[in-house]
């Protein structure tokens, strides 16, 4: 029925943007809004002064479901962009968060900062990189 070409190609780029988004998702939903652990509280103290820690945790849940739909729209590479700086600003919030906290009050939380710092580091990296090409307009290994 599908030919082909009428088939989007797999992304590799998309496929990162839906499984973190949806790791996003479930972090903010589950994990900070449901059960917060008692180290994030902590952590974050310096923020919730400000903002509450449901709304930071509704921060995630959005954040991963504009990623997850990035990553589903096919044929608007701009769209990518979009979600991986929506992957990128709330894990680079909380390594900055966690880093001032490690920093000041909470030294438990370097371990985070450390962490959610690399997983910043690898969004961004991964964010640069090309899908690789169609297996007909590959280079033929003699």
């Known amino acids: 029925m599908w030919g082909a070409a009428a ?29 917060p652990r008692y180290g994030t509280a902590r952590g974050l103290a310096g ?40 992957l990128g600003v709330p894990a680079g919030v909380w390594a ?3 880093a001032a906290a490690a920093a000041t009050s909470y030294p438990q939380g370097v371990g985070s900062a450390c962490g959610w710092g690399a997983f910043t580091v690898g969004v961004v990296l991964v964010s640069g990189m090309d899908d690789p090409l169609p297996p007909h307009l590959r280079k033929r290994v003699r």
């Not at 509704?58 to 608007?76: D, E, I, Q, S």
């Open 7 to 35: 088939r989007p190609a797999f992304s590799h780029r998309r496929a990162f943007l839906v499984v973190v988004g949806i790791g996003w998702t479930l972090y903010g939903g589950l994990g900070i809004v449901g059960q």
């Open 47 to 86: 923020v919730t002064k400000y903002v509450p820690l449901d709304a930071l945790g509704w921060m995630w849940v959005a954040f991963g479901l504009v990623a997850v739909f990035a990553g589903l729209v096919v044929g608007y590479p701009r769209m990518q962009a979009l979600g991986f700086a929506s």
């Open 96 to 98: 900055g968060v966690f």
